[in-house]
């Protein structure tokens, strides 16, 4: 039995991971709620949905011989890789800012609110996002205030507006403070066009001023609202903050968003890659891939119709990975679409480096990886060996596709333009010396109209 490392801060619950399976000891205070809440038809309705599955389990189930009368214990559906809000597009973040305040409302109907609004208790299934943490539900009373509505704006709507106004990435921000943006900072780097919207004002640009005076004098600070409010009052503000987040765009292009439609391959070479990529998925019955340098998604969609049961596609371009988790095809399979940085991965954060993992310590069992037109931007856009590069490719998987595009070809050339050619290495023999040294090479195909070739390697074990 694995203690969650990301779940210490709760003195109510703990979670821990056993065979594949997620289970929470709970303190028995919590034992009437939850049994109620599990009854529920919020939640009968939501399950498997918008909220994951939970059962109440007895410990010897699980193997454990525990006294019950001071702890209980629940076993919940396990979502196959737990993601970051560090890691999310601008679409996918406000995605789940949009089904957090949808499902606020279903709770208040219900008679529950969710007591706080951490990013981390959204992750996604199916493409579509769904909230893992039981505990965070509680009983509403009429008059309260929406504790939450501080942390909902730092994690939430502050890293939108940033992104909307400036086309500043948020996942900085997050990788920085796991705790998202306040008030001050937000404030600071809108424009002042955002002082002609009335919910920037309200929710950023006033709460940033009250928190500068609470600084000032040293007490307590005033951002929550006010004891008082009805519920109906609270629906409205979820509904306005739904309304205002639901219109907000992001308004710079990037030039990978659209590289699908803008590539250097002629009709030719894209139907070879299509069929290399399919035949490759599908002759090795690849069931869970990483598809490095996903672009828009267009050999994910290629990968789930020769078999693939789930992709996880990587993407440095924001842009790109918008467009990808926004993809009607993939939106109905298991796929997620990460904003992720080769050259700069997701750090483990939080309490002793230990509260949030990196990308590599989530991952599920890899069956295989799809890497295309990448190796030349990783090795010589960033100096990277052509040693590492592979060594990391077998690290990750068994069966690799990887795509090599010599120094001849006009992307390596528009890379080489301005700099001299120190890459010694970067040649066929130096690649495929390196990759003997972790598999075998089980095939080797030009890719026609091009003077690429693509590789499908197999590791030795």
């Not at 109510?12 to 991971?17: A, D, H, K, L, Q």
């Not at 308004?251 to 890659?273: A, P």
Request: glycine share 6%.
């Amino acid at each position: 039995m694995i203690v969650n490392s990301g779940s210490f801060r709760d003195p109510i619950g703990t979670v821990y991971e056993k065979d594949n399976r997620v289970f929470r000891k709970v303190d028995n205070s919590y034992r009437e709620f939850c049994n109620r809440f599990l009854l529920s038809n919020f939640f009968q309705q939501s399950q498997k949905k918008s909220i994951v599955d939970t059962k109440f389990i007895e410990p010897l189930d699980i193997g454990l011989q525990e006294d019950a009368s001071s702890t209980f214990w629940l076993e919940h559906e396990k979502i196959k890789l737990i993601t970051y809000p560090h890691e999310w597009g601008f679409e996918t973040l406000k995605k789940a800012a949009l089904f957090h305040l949808e499902l606020q409302k279903k709770a208040l109907e219900a008679g529950f609110i969710i007591k706080d609004a951490s990013p981390y208790n959204v992750q996604f299934k199916m493409g579509e996002p769904i909230f893992i943490d039981l505990l965070s539900f509680d009983d509403y009373r009429e008059g309260s205030y929406w504790v939450a509505y501080n942390q909902f704006c730092e994690n939430f709507l502050n890293p939108l507006l940033i992104k909307a106004y400036t086309g500043v990435e948020h996942n900085q921000f997050f990788r920085g403070s796991i705790d998202g943006v306040g008030a001050q900072l937000t404030s600071n780097m809108l424009p002042l066009s955002s002082w002609l919207s009335f919910n920037t004002i309200s929710h950023v640009h006033l709460a940033a001023w009250a928190q500068k005076r609470v600084d000032a004098t040293s007490k307590s600070p005033l951002r929550s609202l006010k004891p008082g409010i009805s519920s109906r009052n609270l629906v409205a503000l979820w509904e306005s903050i739904i309304l205002f987040i639901s219109k907000l765009k992001t308004k710079k292009k990037t030039y990978w968003g659209n590289y699908e439609n803008n590539t250097s391959y002629n009709n030719e070479s894209v139907m070879e890659k299509d069929r290399l990529v399919g035949n490759f998925v599908s002759k090795n019955n690849l069931q869970t891939i990483v598809d490095l340098g996903c672009n828009s998604g267009r050999y994910s969609r290629i990968a789930f119709v020769h078999g693939a049961k789930r992709v996880i596609g990587l993407d440095v371009d924001g842009g790109a990975i918008d467009k990808a988790n926004l993809d009607k095809e993939l939106k109905t399979r298991e796929f997620i679409g990460l904003q992720f940085d080769l050259m700069n991965p997701s750090p483990a954060i939080g309490w002793r480096n230990r509260e949030r993992l990196t990308l590599w310590d989530r991952l599920p069992k890899i069956d295989g990886i799809i890497c295309l037109a990448l190796i030349h931007h990783i090795c010589i856009g960033k100096n990277v060996p052509i040693s590492e590069f592979i060594k990391f490719l077998f690290s990750m998987a068994n069966n690799i596709l990887i795509e090599f595009v010599p120094k001849s070809d006009p992307m390596v050339k528009g890379l080489l333009a301005n700099r001299s050619d120190i890459f010694t290495d970067y040649n066929e023999k130096s690649f495929e010396k390196e990759i003997v040294k972790y598999g075998k090479i089980h095939d080797i195909n030009d890719l026609k109209g091009s003077t690429r070739k693509f590789y499908e390697c197999h590791s030795k074990l």
